[in-house]
């Protein structure tokens, strides 16, 4: 695994306005809200501190990226977000490999459950 690294993308977009619509709209109707990974992963107030705890305990680089960001760099995807991706030294291709796809993260409903999917991958990629 080395060299690698963890690329989260949200299903949202960078921007003072956008974070203000994203903050009303997980105030005002969470259960519309787009992006799972940043409902969990976020209080209204930023990112929470047990996520920000686990992430620092990883044992691999991580990014995080929001779409616009995304398409920035890497270009469109037809992959729905949100989703993780992995970045590999070894591997030649401009995108990186998709890891956890939106349909594993937003079946999560807590934070707990969301560390507890990326622990157990995680388990299954360093083996």
Not at 3 to 29: C, E, P, Q, R
Not at 31 to 60: D, P, V
Not at 83 to 92: D, E, Q, S, V
Request: charged share 20%.
């Amino acid at each position: 695994m080395s060299g690698a690294t963890l690329v989260f993308v949200y299903n949202a977009d960078t921007g003072l306005f956008n974070a203000i619509a994203d903050m009303a709209h997980k105030l005002f109707s969470p259960e519309t809200y787009a992006c799972n990974l940043c409902a969990i992963t976020h209080s209204h107030l930023g990112m929470r501190r047990e996520w920000q705890q686990f992430i620092n305990g990883l044992k691999i680089p991580v990014e995080f990226l929001h779409r616009n960001e995304w398409r920035e760099t890497y270009g469109p995807t037809r992959v729905p977000l949100p989703a993780i991706f992995i970045k590999r030294p070894h591997n030649h291709q401009t995108e990186p490999e998709l890891w956890l796809d939106a349909g594993a993260i937003n079946a999560c409903r807590t934070l707990p459950d969301l560390i507890t999917l990326i622990k157990t991958n995680f388990d299954h990629l360093t083996r």
